[in-house]
Each structure stands twice: as structure tokens, then as C-alpha cells.
């Protein structure tokens, strides 16, 4: 409109003097406005098209983003799917796989108890009965059969209730030879590995000189050593704890809470060296259960431990509370010997 208000005045200086008709000029100026409106009109309306174009744009393109994120939301469902198909693809294979492995059968519980004999039932010891054999041969209905090379073994039966009382070295070495005899590797000569002060037949000796020089083997034949390698003043390691059978092939399981089965202090009278235990004066008394004819609280005896642990060894653990059943068995003694043969 402004621009159809400028040129009415150069319309007017073009014409000169020129009479114009007040009704045409009239007529003009109202064609003029008229042309003005329309198009100022036309630009309004161009501009709402524009206006309403760059609506259909943006909702155009709102659609696209909405189709995309449908299109993103449909993958990851595929995407979980494929997940979930492979999980339960991973599912049915394990199910199918091979059972799992049950491990290892259990241990052997060894040789069954003798039960005609009478429970010994020492709560102080914090084990069940025992059930304890008093004599040297082996369980009724067991088979027997060591290495024909045998010379040593534990005994596997104990004492009862003559504790530490074995008839001094002599008696001691009977039951050696008792045990041996019932397994048929009596043709031997075999001595009790104890040591003593004052035996009645022996005098003052020391376990190592009593057995001779070796070497000895086990109930499976197998060498556990010589004299100086079993003992440790001689630069020896002992004897394993895997070397360790009774003259019946009885393994000895000190976690049991059978005290038969557990019993593995084995009485010794001697220290790691082989050499009395003890006896150096009043002070000192020997730890021989009175050279092996005491079954007395009173007394002494000394014991290792079958299964060597730390310091304490196969021929030197502790002392044992007493020489009468209830406290050797308190322990885990229950009279048990180490045999060796001579020859």
C-alpha cells in the first residue's frame, strides 16, 4: 500500500496541468487501494502457505524420527530375541552335555572292627567306643597277604587294658612275633622298636640298636629305609607316612572319629635319634611305662605319631599321659608297636 501511495504523486506531475475528472481520479485512487489490498493480501496469504509448508516439514519429519525410533525399537526386539534364543540354545546344550563327574569314591573305611570285644568307652578321649582287640592276629574273615619281603610293620591291634604293661622287651617282641606269625612272616626274627632303662633282660638300650641295619620293607614290599636313613641323628628323613602299614595292610586315618581307626600315637620310649627317652636322673624319669610292665596312671610312656607332622616325627611326638588304658587312649593311643625284623 505504501508503495501505491508514492507513485500517485509522480502520476500527478506527470500530467502536467492536465484537467482530470474528479470521479476518474476518484475511480484511480480507489483502483489503486484496490491493487494495494490485493496484494498486500496475496503476501499475507503466501506467507501462511509458507507457514503452513514448513508444518508439513516439521510434521514430516516428526514422522521420520518416530518411524526410525520404531525401526531402532523393533531391532533391539530382534536383537533380544536372538539373545533369548541363544541362551536357551546354551540351556539345552548343557542340559544335553555328559552327567557331571560324582568325583572320586570315598575313601576306604579299612578293615572292619572285631566286635567280640567288649566297647572300652573312654569319654575323656572325645571318640566313640573303640571296641578295642586285645591279641595279635587280625580280624576274623580278613585276607592277609603281604609282600614276602615284609620286615616292618605297626601292630594293628592294641592292648586293652594292659595299656603300656607288654611284658616288658621280651613280651614286647612276642607280640612282634605273634602278629608276623599270623600273616605267615613268622619265619623271621622280629623285635619290638622300643627302648628301656633297666629291662629285665635286656638292661639299658636304645630302639635303633635293636632292630639291626636294614634295609626294611613295608606290607606292599616297598623299601622304607635303611637303620641310618630312618633316623634323623644319622642324617635320615624317617619314614613316611605313606609306608605305614600293619602287618595286614590296616591304614591308619587320624581324622577319624573311630579311635581304633585314629589311633596313631605308637609308643616308643625314644626320641627322634632312636635313643631312650628320658631316664638321665630323678628328675628326668624314663618314658618307658616302667620299662614296659606298667599299666599304671601313674607312669610314663612316650609315643610318635605314625603320620609325621612338623617337629614331631615317627618315633618322637609326646609324652603319654599315663600307661593305663583311659590315658593312653586320651591320646589316641591304644598300645599300638613298630616291628622290624632282624633278618
Known amino acids: 500500500m505504501r508503495r501505491a501511495l508514492l507513485l500517485a504523486p509522480l502520476l500527478l506531475v506527470a500530467c502536467g496541468t492536465e484537467d482530470v475528472d474528479p470521479e476518474d481520479r476518484d475511480a484511480g485512487t480507489r483502483d489503486a487501494g484496490t491493487v494495494v489490498a490485493r496484494d498486500a493480501g496475496e503476501t499475507v496469504r503466501d506467507a501462511g502457505e509458507t507457514v503452513r509448508d514448513a508444518g508439513e516439514t516439521g510434521r514430516d519429519a516428526g514422522e521420520t524420527g518416530r518411524d526410525g525410533g520404531d525401526i531402532a525399537r523393533d531391532a533391539g526386539e530382534t536383537g533380544r530375541d536372538g539373545g533369548d534364543a541363544s541362551r536357551d540354545a546354551g540351556e539345552t546344550g548343557r542340559d544335553a552335555g555328559a552327567p557331571r563327574d560324582a568325583g572320586p569314591p570315598p575313601r576306604d573305611a579299612g578293615p572292619p572292627r572285631d566286635a567280640g570285644f567288649p566297647d572300652a568307652g573312654f569319654p575323656d578321649a572325645g571318640f566313640p567306643d573303640a571296641g578295642f582287640r586285645d591279641g595279635g592276629t587280625p580280624d576274623a574273615g580278613r ?20 595299656g603300656g604293661n607288654l611284658g616288658g622287651l621280651a613280651g614286647a617282641d612276642q607280640i612282634c612275633q605273634n602278629a608276623a606269625a599270623a600273616v605267615g612272616a613268622g619265619a623271621r626274627t622280629w623285635r619290638a622298636y622300643l627302648s628301656a632303662l633297666n629291662d629285665a633282660t635286656y638292661g639299658r638300650v636304645d630302639a635303633r640298636d635293636r632292630i639291626g641295619a636294614g634295609p626294611w620293607f613295608n606290607y606292599n614290599g616297598t623299601n622304607i629305609g635303611t637303620n641310618a636313613s630312618i633316623h634323623y641323628a644319622m642324617g635320615g628323613t624317617g619314614i613316611a607316612e605313606a609306608h605305614m602299614f600293619s602287618e595286614c595292610g590296616f591304614v591308619i586315618d587320624q581324622m577319624s572319629t573311630d579311635l581304633f581307626t585314629a589311633g596313631w600315637d605308637i609308643m616308643t620310649g625314644s626320641d627322634e635319634f632312636g635313643m631312650l627317652q628320658g631316664g638321665t636322673g630323678p628328675s628326668d624319669p624314663p618314658r618307658t611305662c616302667a620299662d614296659w ?7 610314663f610312656g612316650w609315643v610318635g605319631h605314625e603320620g609325621a607332622t612338623g617337629w614331631q616325627t615317627w618315633n618322637n611326638a609326646h609324652p603319654a599321659n599315663g600307661c593305663d588304658q583311659a590315658s593312653l587312649n586320651s591320646t589316641l593311643c591304644i598300645g599300638r608297636i613298630y616291628c622290624f625284623a632282624t633278618n
Open 293 to 299: 610292665t606298667s599299666n599304671s596312671a601313674m607312669d
Open 143 to 162: 585276607v592277609c597277604n603281604p609282600s614276602a619281603n615284609m620286615t616292618f610293620f605297626f601292630t594293628e591291634a592294641g592292648t586293652g587294658a594292659a
